[in-house]
């Protein structure tokens, strides 16, 4: 247990339909991460939050967003979902020293698997 | 860009040989992470490798990172069956610019498969 939980486990849902997945990263890590995998991309970095702050952008659709909440907790929304957004979502979390200037590994939650129908 | 390559992508292999997964990576860096996943499962992290020469062992995996060659290897050594999984490799995209940025950009993965 990496101690990142993630809400859903699963999702199934219809084209067309916006969910949203949710994070909680480990205690005291100050950065989230998201990510897809699917059989035909693989596993892609999706976008970083640092702190409330977004810091690195991967390949994330238009449709998609993300945000990190006071908290720490982040959510990523899915928008005007089509069938090739049927995949398995990750986040990470890793604990960022003062000034952002070192990560240490990033640490995986279960995941959540999205079926789009 | 940054691409990031493993081979072989399948491997099956017999207990007790040894064998080495290979990841090289396109562009400088100087951070490889090497993660493992069970079927259906979350990625768990094996190694990080944080400069040329880096040499990390855990039980019957060993990782090194040549930053030059711009190679790490993950090498089996007598492999029991427990170690069946999925194996990826990582490379740190660095941002130089914005504080904090980290982005990783993973290899295809390789599927090992250890028979009895």
């Known amino acids: 247990d990496s101690g990142v939980t993630q809400t859903p486990k699963h999702l199934i849902t219809a084209t067309g339909q916006r969910v949203t997945l949710r994070c909680s990263p480990r205690s005291g890590d100050l950065s989230v991460y998201w990510y897809q995998q699917s059989l035909d991309q693989g596993l892609q970095f999706l976008i970083q939050y640092y702190n409330g702050e977004e810091r690195a952008k991967g390949n994330i659709l238009e449709r998609f967003s993300a945000q990190q909440f006071p908290d720490l907790h982040s959510e990523l929304n899915l928008s005007s979902l089509e069938l090739g957004d049927s995949a398995l979502y990750f986040c990470a979390s890793s604990a960022t020293l003062a000034g952002g200037m070192y990560q240490e590994t990033q640490y995986f939650g279960p995941g959540t698997r999205l079926l789009v129908l | 860009e940054l691409k990031v390559e493993q081979n072989p992508l399948f491997l099956s292999m017999q207990e007790g040989k040894n064998y080495t997964i290979y990841c090289n990576y396109s562009t400088t860096s100087d951070r490889l992470y090497w993660y493992r996943q069970d079927p259906g499962k979350s990625l768990e992290s094996l190694f990080v490798?944080?400069?040329?020469?880096a040499v990390k062992q855990e039980g019957r995996l060993m990782a090194s990172l040549d930053t030059k060659a711009r190679l790490s290897t993950l090498h089996i050594t007598a492999a029991v069956h427990d170690l069946s999984a999925t194996y990826f490799c990582a490379v740190d995209e660095k941002n130089r610019i914005i504080q904090g940025a980290q982005k990783l950009v993973f290899g295809q993965g390789t599927r090992l498969t250890i028979n009895p």
């Open positions: 490798l944080l400069s040329n020469g």
